[in-house]
Protein backbone atom coordinates (compact mmCIF):
# COMPACT_ATOMS: atom_id res chain seq x y z
CA UNK A 1 0.00 0.00 0.00
CA UNK A 2 1.16 3.47 -1.09
CA UNK A 3 1.81 5.78 2.19
CA UNK A 4 1.26 9.45 1.39
CA UNK A 5 3.13 12.25 2.92
CA UNK A 6 1.16 15.30 3.86
CA UNK A 7 3.54 18.66 4.48
CA UNK A 8 1.64 19.78 7.85
CA UNK A 9 3.00 23.28 8.20
CA UNK A 10 1.13 24.89 11.13
CA UNK A 11 -0.53 28.00 9.74
CA UNK A 12 -0.07 26.83 6.08
CA UNK A 13 -1.95 27.45 2.59
CA UNK A 14 -2.37 24.27 0.79
CA UNK A 15 -4.13 23.34 -2.60
CA UNK A 16 -7.10 20.72 -2.38
CA UNK A 17 -8.52 18.43 -5.07
CA UNK A 18 -11.77 16.48 -3.80
CA UNK A 19 -13.38 13.90 -5.61
CA UNK A 20 -16.58 12.12 -5.46
CA UNK A 21 -16.00 8.36 -5.96
CA UNK A 22 -18.56 8.46 -8.79
CA UNK A 23 -16.82 11.33 -11.82
CA UNK A 24 -19.89 11.18 -13.44
CA UNK A 25 -21.79 12.12 -11.24
CA UNK A 26 -23.42 16.06 -10.63
CA UNK A 27 -23.88 15.94 -7.21
CA UNK A 28 -21.80 18.78 -5.95
CA UNK A 29 -23.48 21.36 -7.86
CA UNK A 30 -26.90 19.32 -7.82
CA UNK A 31 -26.31 19.72 -4.32
CA UNK A 32 -24.29 22.60 -3.61
CA UNK A 33 -26.36 23.74 -0.62
CA UNK A 34 -25.61 21.13 1.29
CA UNK A 35 -22.31 21.89 0.64
CA UNK A 36 -21.75 25.13 1.30
CA UNK A 37 -23.58 24.04 4.68
CA UNK A 38 -21.07 21.66 5.30
CA UNK A 39 -18.53 24.31 4.70
CA UNK A 40 -20.16 26.16 7.02
CA UNK A 41 -20.52 23.68 9.86
CA UNK A 42 -16.74 22.42 9.64
CA UNK A 43 -15.80 26.09 9.59
CA UNK A 44 -17.30 26.78 12.88
CA UNK A 45 -16.06 23.77 14.62
CA UNK A 46 -12.74 24.02 13.12
CA UNK A 47 -12.27 27.15 11.67
CA UNK A 48 -10.39 28.21 8.12
CA UNK A 49 -9.76 30.57 5.73
CA UNK A 50 -10.95 29.69 1.84
CA UNK A 51 -8.73 31.89 -0.07
CA UNK A 52 -10.75 30.38 -3.63
CA UNK A 53 -12.62 27.48 -4.09
CA UNK A 54 -14.38 26.50 -7.25
CA UNK A 55 -17.11 23.74 -7.59
CA UNK A 56 -17.62 21.49 -10.48
CA UNK A 57 -19.74 18.01 -10.67
CA UNK A 58 -17.88 15.58 -9.90
CA UNK A 59 -15.05 17.64 -7.75
CA UNK A 60 -13.94 20.70 -6.17
CA UNK A 61 -10.31 22.93 -6.15
CA UNK A 62 -10.01 25.12 -3.04
CA UNK A 63 -6.83 27.13 -1.18
CA UNK A 64 -7.15 27.25 2.36
CA UNK A 65 -5.35 29.15 4.91
CA UNK A 66 -5.17 27.49 8.22
CA UNK A 67 -4.81 29.47 11.75
CA UNK A 68 -1.60 29.90 12.76
CA UNK A 69 -1.30 27.03 15.23
CA UNK A 70 -2.94 24.15 13.51
CA UNK A 71 -2.26 21.90 10.52
CA UNK A 72 -5.05 19.31 10.73
CA UNK A 73 -6.42 19.74 7.41
CA UNK A 74 -6.99 16.26 7.30
CA UNK A 75 -9.90 16.52 10.15
CA UNK A 76 -11.44 19.19 8.27
CA UNK A 77 -12.12 17.25 4.98
CA UNK A 78 -13.27 14.47 6.95
CA UNK A 79 -16.18 16.84 8.73
CA UNK A 80 -16.37 18.34 5.18
CA UNK A 81 -16.74 14.98 3.53
CA UNK A 82 -18.98 13.33 6.76
CA UNK A 83 -21.70 16.37 6.91
CA UNK A 84 -22.12 16.79 3.10
CA UNK A 85 -22.81 12.97 2.61
CA UNK A 86 -25.01 12.65 5.69
CA UNK A 87 -27.06 15.51 4.51
CA UNK A 88 -27.57 14.07 1.23
CA UNK A 89 -28.42 10.73 2.48
CA UNK A 90 -31.21 12.88 5.30
CA UNK A 91 -32.48 14.45 2.34
CA UNK A 92 -33.23 11.08 0.83
CA UNK A 93 -30.28 10.76 -1.92
CA UNK A 94 -29.44 6.97 -3.00
CA UNK A 95 -25.85 6.70 -1.45
CA UNK A 96 -23.73 3.56 -2.23
CA UNK A 97 -21.61 2.69 0.65
CA UNK A 98 -18.91 0.57 0.41
CA UNK A 99 -17.90 -2.94 1.34
CA UNK A 100 -17.23 -2.07 4.95
CA UNK A 101 -20.82 -0.26 5.13
CA UNK A 102 -19.17 3.15 5.12
CA UNK A 103 -21.11 5.36 2.42
CA UNK A 104 -19.25 5.85 -0.78
CA UNK A 105 -19.83 8.74 -1.99
CA UNK A 106 -16.13 10.43 -2.04
CA UNK A 107 -13.19 9.51 -2.76
CA UNK A 108 -11.10 8.54 -0.03
CA UNK A 109 -8.38 10.67 -0.30
CA UNK A 110 -7.70 14.20 -1.60
CA UNK A 111 -4.80 16.13 -3.57
CA UNK A 112 -2.87 18.43 -1.05
CA UNK A 113 -0.15 20.94 -2.47
CA UNK A 114 1.34 23.49 -0.04
CA UNK A 115 1.64 26.73 -1.42
CA UNK A 116 5.23 28.01 -1.50
CA UNK A 117 5.02 31.60 -2.30
CA UNK A 118 2.98 34.66 -3.68
CA UNK A 119 3.59 33.44 -7.07
CA UNK A 120 2.40 29.77 -6.35
CA UNK A 121 -0.47 31.15 -5.03
CA UNK A 122 -2.20 33.36 -7.90
CA UNK A 123 -1.04 30.70 -9.81
CA UNK A 124 -3.02 28.07 -8.42
CA UNK A 125 -5.62 30.55 -7.91
CA UNK A 126 -6.04 31.22 -11.68
CA UNK A 127 -6.43 27.43 -12.04
CA UNK A 128 -9.22 27.52 -9.83
CA UNK A 129 -10.98 29.96 -11.49
CA UNK A 130 -10.06 28.90 -14.99
CA UNK A 131 -11.32 25.43 -14.13
CA UNK A 132 -14.90 25.44 -15.68
CA UNK A 133 -13.80 26.59 -18.39
CA UNK A 134 -11.15 24.06 -18.53
CA UNK A 135 -13.71 21.34 -18.57
CA UNK A 136 -16.20 22.63 -21.12
CA UNK A 137 -18.77 24.04 -18.35
CA UNK A 138 -18.61 27.39 -19.80
CA UNK A 139 -17.02 29.84 -21.98
CA UNK A 140 -16.02 32.53 -19.79
CA UNK A 141 -15.24 32.31 -16.11
CA UNK A 142 -17.93 34.60 -15.19
CA UNK A 143 -20.14 32.28 -16.55
CA UNK A 144 -19.52 29.46 -13.90
CA UNK A 145 -21.72 29.93 -10.60
CA UNK A 146 -19.89 28.39 -7.91
CA UNK A 147 -16.70 30.20 -7.58
CA UNK A 148 -14.63 32.19 -5.56
CA UNK A 149 -14.23 33.75 -9.03
CA UNK A 150 -16.93 36.56 -8.09
CA UNK A 151 -15.49 37.47 -4.93
CA UNK A 152 -12.12 38.34 -6.78
CA UNK A 153 -14.53 40.62 -8.79
CA UNK A 154 -16.16 42.30 -6.05
CA UNK A 155 -13.11 43.26 -4.24
CA UNK A 156 -11.72 44.31 -7.94
CA UNK A 157 -8.46 41.79 -7.37
CA UNK A 158 -10.04 40.27 -10.99
CA UNK A 159 -11.78 41.99 -14.00
CA UNK A 160 -15.10 40.47 -14.89
CA UNK A 161 -13.83 39.65 -18.41
CA UNK A 162 -10.50 37.83 -17.16
CA UNK A 163 -9.38 35.08 -19.28
CA UNK A 164 -11.69 36.67 -22.05
CA UNK A 165 -14.38 34.38 -23.64
CA UNK A 166 -12.68 30.90 -24.60
CA UNK A 167 -14.64 28.49 -26.52
CA UNK A 168 -12.66 25.71 -26.49
CA UNK A 169 -9.76 26.14 -24.11
CA UNK A 170 -6.25 23.98 -25.73
CA UNK A 171 -5.07 24.24 -22.33
CA UNK A 172 -3.54 21.77 -21.05
CA UNK A 173 -3.44 21.56 -17.01
CA UNK A 174 -2.17 18.11 -17.08
CA UNK A 175 -5.59 16.25 -15.69
CA UNK A 176 -6.77 13.14 -16.88
CA UNK A 177 -9.38 13.94 -20.08
CA UNK A 178 -12.96 12.28 -20.33
Not at 28 to 34: G, N, P, W
Not at 92 to 116: D, K, M, P
Request: glycine residues 6%; aromatic residues 12%; positive net charge.
Amino acid sequence: MVRYRRNFVPGGTYFFTATLADRTSSALVKHVDALRAAFRIARQERPFAIDAIVILPDHLHTIWTLPVDDSDFPGRWRRIKAHFTHRLVGAGVSVERRRNSEYALWQSRFWEHTIRDETDFERHVDYIHFNPVKHGLVSRVCDWPHSSFHVYVRRDALPVDWAGDVAESTMDFGERRG
